[in-house]
């Protein structure tokens, strides 16, 4: 099931449970805005090249809509339209004054020369300009974008608008990003992850872990689960994977990592096939890289007793189903990984008022939103009898509904 299909699954399976009217259903939905543009750029050589990008703007109910920029050979109107969808009930359940949106640029930044990944940024925020803004639609890194397209996008959005910098996050810090951006989303893997085992009277002191991928939401949440005695005892990346039972000893790994570019010949464990990786015996397993990872085909083998979803979309709903049944704990891509978006809304807030925080703020909020975000998910729970997914949901969708209607909704 594609990512669209997944995504609009749950969301209905959430307004049953919530008793929602037809009419505003549908009109949740249905996004408020897709723009496709096409952009066209001189190459190196001096060929011309053109790229199809889109931003699909979801949902503005509680606020400015809010959505990273994917480069990737595979983005469609369809994925960014999930993926937009997702961030609409992401910011509701952390309950940051945000509405949803994403957007995308089809090609493959790794063919790029950095130059022409920067007439590209260029040209594409030059189509989109008058339909972002600070409080209109706020884009932020993705797949395939870094603090490097946010920094041009600003310079471009500011030509047309003055000197704007709230109008994208995850910034460099010399242009207004903040603190802790980059560590934010595995930092709040690491704080869901801890409220979790709590409710289940457990911590991450002496649990083993396993993590598909070692990018940045990856390898910072392997960095912070080690720093709390949690045993990370198999990680992988794209270059392949390793495992160590007694547990992996994540700074080593990462200065390998950092000097070799690979998880390859590191010493501090053995090498492993990486599809066996999912299915190994631990007590938390943790998806940072890819969506669909747990499908049909894995997960009747899965061992782990509680998912943490860091990546976006990892688990098929069959497979969802699978693990339901043999009671593996889910917590959901849409709070597990919230912790990015909340940093970026911090660094929105810091922009707006000018003053900029320290770091210790800066983690100490966050430790409070996921906390909270937490309690309120397990409340959803409660009062509708439903798993921590539909908690979420029907967290986030009540939110945006309540929102909808106070704006004058008439059915
Ligand atoms: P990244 O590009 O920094 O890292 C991705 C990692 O996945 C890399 O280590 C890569 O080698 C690895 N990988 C790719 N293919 C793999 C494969 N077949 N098997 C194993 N590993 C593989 O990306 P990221 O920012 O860490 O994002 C990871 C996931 O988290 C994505 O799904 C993203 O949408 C989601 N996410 C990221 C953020 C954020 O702030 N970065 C926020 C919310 C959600």
């Not at 997944?6 to 996004?31: Q, V, Y």
């Not at 190459?43 to 090249?49: C, H």
């Not at 884009?139 to 608008?161: C, R, V």
């Not at 990872?293 to 497979?319: C, S």
């Amino acid at each position: 099931m594609n990512a669209l299909a997944a995504t609009n699954r749950n969301f209905r399976h959430a307004a049953r449970i919530l008793g929602l009217d037809s009419k505003l259903e549908r009109s949740l939905l249905i996004p408020f805005r897709e723009i496709k543009v096409e952009c066209t750029i001189p190459k190196d050589d001096g060929s011309l090249v053109t790229y199809v990008g889109f931003r699909v703007q979801h949902d503005n109910a509680r606020g400015p809509m809010k959505g990273g920029i994917r480069y990737h050979p595979e983005v469609d109107l369809d994925e960014v339209n999930a993926l937009a969808q997702l961030m609409t009930w992401k910011t509701a359940v952390a309950d940051i004054p945000y509405g949803g949106a994403k957007g995308g640029i089809g090609c493959s930044p790794r063919d790029l020369s950095k130059s022409e990944l920067e007439r590209l940024t260029r040209v594409f925020t030059q189509k989109i300009h008058d339909l972002i803004g600070i409080h209109a639609d706020v884009p932020a890194p993705d797949m395939g974008t870094n603090a490097q397209t946010m920094a041009w996008i600003l310079d471009e959005y500011s030509k047309f608008h003055g000197h704007s910098p709230a109008v994208v996050t995850g910034k460099p810090i010399d242009l207004g990003g903040s603190l802790g951006r980059e560590a934010a989303t595995g930092r709040g893997v690491v704080f869901a992850t801890e409220a979790l085992l709590a409710e289940h009277g457990k911590s991450i002191k002496n649990m083993t872990f396993v993590i598909q991928g070692f990018g940045n939401v990856g390898s910072w949440a392997a960095k912070l689960i080690h720093e709390r005695g949690g045993k990370v005892i198999a990680v992988s990346d794209i270059t392949g994977a390793i495992r160590n039972p007694n547990g992996i000893n994540i700074p080593e790994l990462l200065q390998h990592k950092e000097s070799t570019g690979s998880l390859k010949e590191f010493q501090g464990g053995d090498s492993m096939n990486p599809d066996e990786l999912l299915i190994l015996e631990c007590d938390v397993l943790i998806p940072c890289a890819l969506g669909g990872v747990l499908n049909r085909d894995n997960a009747a083998d899965v061992k782990a007793k509680f998912i943490i979803e860091a990546a976006n979309h990892p688990t098929d709903p069959e497979a969802d189903e699978i693990l339901s049944k043999k009671g593996v704990v889910i917590l959901p891509d849409i709070y597990a990984n919230a912790g990015g978006v909340t940093v970026s809304y911090f660094e929105w807030v810091q922009n707006i008022q000018g003053f900029m925080w320290d770091e210790d703020k800066v983690n100490s909020e966050l430790q409070k939103y996921m906390t909270r975000a937490f309690r309120n998910i397990k409340n959803m729970c409660q009062v509708h009898d439903c798993n921590l997914r539909m908690g979420a949901f029907t967290l986030g969708v009540n939110r945006v509904a309540r929102a909808t209607i106070l704006r004058g909704w008439e059915a």
